[in-house]
């Protein structure tokens, strides 16, 4: 098995040209794509619809090229998008391509990806025990068609859950099954929270005493060092992509990670820039920054207001959501570092890294 990753500008949430285009010219075969992450326009909050409207125009074009229904290709392929470009960051999509190449592997682990879907969680179930286990569960699938067999090989989990509107949450109060709030954006931080528990879990890295829904948004000793979790209103299941390396693959391509402390945290960066055999001093130069397919960033506005001793005000703003500020301010500092400004930085990194800091994975050419 062989992966492969290439990115794509986004000049608006409908434009798939650049990878019509690789259709088109034979670089990239539509049966192939396995999986899309990508940044859109939008506001990264519930009413942000622009990642629905990428994932439609998306499931199109594949479905145009392989003959299959929007809904078969949706089914098979986990489109997971994240509003929110502020500030330098460009909008983007990485498609990720599997192709069984009878190519002997070189004995240099290679990156390796395999997706999974849960069953579709109606809104009280999020937040809870279902999620978690069923997230739990989706993770396990994904390694086992990766073929990753060691938890330690796991480098990136990306896991798309489902957000609702208010109407769809009073609809399941009126049905006697009520969620944990009725505000539709304090329910998806409870969806991101229990997703990067439920990856925690499979991974061995969340004991299962921990694993729990009562751990959820109340401990935050507790959390995943590869998990990245999003919620929005265009799925109703957790769509799940995991990222590893192995042996049993081939290619050019391998994957590192590591932990942020805080929202200044660029020794984080720099650990997994140099799994990839990338050197800063103190900018990724353009050569190196070339090798760089996709890089994944996870962040979130610290919950006791300071960082680092100082105050910050990210959370005590009334007219910016604190994801805004959160993704612009690590967005700049991460794209300063590694000379690249097609990141996916996703806000709302409960129990995904440290508390008060996040995690950053990159894809990259290996060395």
């Known amino acids: 098995m062989r992966a492969d990753v290439t990115r794509y500008a986004l000049p608006d949430p409908g434009d798939v040209s650049g990878l019509k285009e690789a259709i088109d010219a034979g670089r990239v075969n539509p049966r192939e794509i396995v ?36 809904e078969a290709v949706r089914a098979r392929i986990p489109f997971i998008f994240s509003g929110g470009v502020e500030g330098v960051l460009s909008p983007h999509y990485s498609v990720f391509t599997v192709s069984s190449e009878d190519v002997p592997a070189d004995g ?34 994904a390694m086992q068609s990766a073929g990753i067999e060691r938890v330690e090989d796991v480098h990136f989990v990306q896991v798309k859950g489902p957000a609702f509107t208010l109407s769809d949450i009073k609809d399941g109060q009126v049905a006697g099954e009520a969620a944990l709030t009725d505000n539709p954006g304090k329910l998806m931080g409870h969806g991101r929270a ?9 991974l061995g890295e969340i004991a299962s005493d921990k694993a729990v829904e009562s751990t959820v948004l109340n401990d935050f000793s507790v959390f995943s060092s590869v998990a990245s979790c999003s919620a929005g ?3 109703r299941g957790n769509e799940v992509i995991v990222l ?15 932990s942020m402390a ?49 105050g910050h005000t990210m959370l005590n703003d009334g007219d910016i959501d604190q994801q805004r500020h959160i993704r612009a301010a690590v967005g700049a500092i991460v794209a300063s570092i590694v000379n690249d400004t097609a990141l996916f930085v996703s806000g709302g990194a ?18």
């Not at 879907?117 to 069923?134: C, E, H, L, N, S």
Request: proline letters at 4%; aromatic letters at 4%; charged letters at 20%.
């Open 350 to 367: 409960e129990h995904q890294g440290p508390d008060g800091g996040g995690m950053i994975a990159i894809v990259a050419e290996k060395a």
């Open 194 to 202: 229990a997703s990067a528990v439920g990856v925690g879990k499979a």
């Open 35 to 70: 999986a899309v992450i990508g940044k859109t326009h939008g506001n990264g909050l519930v009413n942000d619809y622009t990642r629905g409207y990428l994932t439609l125009s998306l499931a199109l074009l594949i479905g145009g090229a392989t003959g299959e229904t929007p």
């Open 262 to 310: 805080d929202a200044l945290d660029v020794s984080g960066v720099h650990v997994a820039l140099e799994g990839m055999g990338l050197v800063a001093e103190p900018q990724v130069t353009t050569a190196d920054a070339g090798r760089i397919r996709a890089a994944f960033i996870k962040c979130e506005a610290a919950r006791d207001g300071r960082i680092r001793g100082k």
């Open 233 to 235: 209103v265009e799925v």
């Open 244 to 258: 590893g390396v192995s042996d049993k693959w081939t290619g050019p391509l391998t994957v590192s990670h590591a």
């Open 108 to 141: 240099r682990p290679s990156l390796a990806v395999g997706v999974a879907f849960t069953p579709d969680f109606k809104p009280a179930d999020i937040g809870r025990q279902r999620q978690i286990d069923w997230t739990a569960e989706a993770v396990r699938q």
